[in-house]
């Protein structure tokens, strides 16, 4: 049974910085794209960005682009996101996700197999 456990979340102030990871077990396949996406209260499940098999390539929602960085380690079997420069409409749930097979929406929530239970980010403005 595949498990995906978040970490790192927390109350920060505006403009600091976050580390959150996911550590996936149980993978018995292979997984192609690993992701992040958050929900805030009374909005829908929006993608933050996602990483292929290798951690080749990288993509990322417009809103985070140049602050957020996604990595992957296949031998851990573990994705993070580095959250640089935090802003209050960050404010969500975060949760990982992985796929196993290659869809091409990376940004699709339906792209994505198993999910995790998420992890409360604050920032405070």
């Known amino acids: 049974q595949v498990q995906l456990i978040e970490s790192g979340g927390g109350l920060v102030q505006a403009g600091d910085s976050l580390r959150l990871s996911c550590a996936a077990s149980g993978i018995t396949g292979s997984s192609y794209f690993m992701g992040w996406f958050r929900q805030a209260p009374g909005k829908e499940r929006e993608f933050v960005a996602a990483?292929?098999?290798?951690?080749?390539?990288?993509y990322y929602a417009d809103s985070v682009k140049g602050r957020f960085t996604i990595s992957r380690d296949n031998a851990k079997n573990t994705v993070n996101l580095r959250m640089n420069n935090l802003k209050p409409e960050d404010t969500a749930i975060y949760s990982c996700?992985?796929?196993?097979?290659?869809?091409?929406?990376?940004?699709?929530?339906?792209?994505?197999?198993?999910w995790g239970q998420g992890t409360q980010v604050t920032v405070s403005s």
């Open positions: 990483t292929t098999r290798y951690g080749i390539s990288t």
């Open positions: 996700s992985l796929a196993t097979r290659y869809s091409g929406s990376y940004y699709a929530p339906s792209s994505y197999d198993y």
